[in-house]
């Protein structure tokens, strides 16, 4: 079971970690996707990890703003969120898989991910 936590309110400018943690499971065996539902929007891919750590990939609205990383040793995969916009105002889910099946163009694709946190709710004030 996943769990994501560390969503909150925050200005615009400003940053949040967001963290997603494993019951039951070892978190390091698995690939490790975020996704993001803003309201009366579908959910869309926001960035991810390789089970290593070695690959990461993100979406073009939030490169260069958004660090996706993992401690293998903790069973957490974290999400830093730098310089957030209120477009960015969104529940934020974390998602892991066998990377033996999520891998290359489907890490972004939320349908390949099995296992899915209860999510957190991100809100960026203008």
């Known amino acids: 079971q996943l769990q994501a936590s560390g969503g909150g309110l925050v200005q615009v400018g400003g940053s949040l970690r967001l963290s997603c943690a494993a019951s039951?499971?070892?978190?390091?065996?698995?690939?490790v996707g975020w996704f993001r539902q803003a309201p009366g929007k579908e959910r869309e891919f926001v960035a991810a990890?390789?089970?290593?750590?070695?690959?990461?990939y993100y979406a073009d609205s939030v490169k260069g703003r958004f660090t996706i990383s993992r401690d293998n040793t903790e069973n957490t995969v974290s999400l830093q969120m730098n310089n957030l916009k209120p477009e960015d105002t969104a529940v934020y889910y974390c998602?892991?898989?066998?990377?033996?099946?999520?891998?290359?163009?489907?890490?972004?694709?939320?349908?390949?991910?099995?296992?899915w946190g209860q999510g957190t709710q991100v809100t960026v004030s203008s």
């Open positions: 998602a892991a898989d066998d990377p033996a099946q999520v891998y290359g163009s489907r890490l972004s694709e939320e349908n390949e991910y099995d296992y």
């Open positions: 039951g499971r070892t978190l390091s065996s698995y690939v």
């Open positions: 990890i390789t089970w290593s750590g070695a690959g990461t």
